[in-house]
Nanobody, 119 residues
């Protein structure tokens, strides 16, 4: 089970940090990721973190940072220099494997947390 939090309403240029707490065993062996869905658009990849490292969508590279604390079974998404186009519901997700294979869908989704960036 995944529980995301940290969303809110901010202005362009502000920062937010999302958190996602995971239950279950072997968290450190699970690839974790963040996705988002803007109104009227499909859900899209944002970032993943796994044994092979970190990956980011081009649209967030250099502004967002994904990290994890295995002692707390939590993955984070630090979002800096937010833009109005970052407005979306953000979802954390997991694969039951140590590495998130390219294009592989998540095995499990958390509930979303709304991020709204005003201009």
């Amino acid at each position: 089970q995944l529980q995301a939090s940290g969303g809110g309403l901010v202005q362009a240029g502000d920062s937010l940090r999302l958190s996602c707490a995971a239950s279950g065993r072997a968290f450190r062996n699970r690839a974790m990721g963040w996705f988002r869905q803007a109104p009227g658009k499909e859900r899209e990849f944002v970032a993943t973190i796994d044994w092979s490292g970190k990956k980011y969508a081009d649209s967030v590279k250099g502004r967002f940072t994904i990290s994890r604390d295995n002692s707390k079974n939590t993955v984070y998404l630090q979002m800096d220099s937010l833009k109005p186009e970052d407005t979306a519901v953000y979802y954390c997700a997991t694969r039951g494997t140590p590495v998130w294979g390219f294009g592989s869908p998540p095995d499990s989704w958390g509930q979303g947390t709304q991020v709204t960036v005003s201009s």
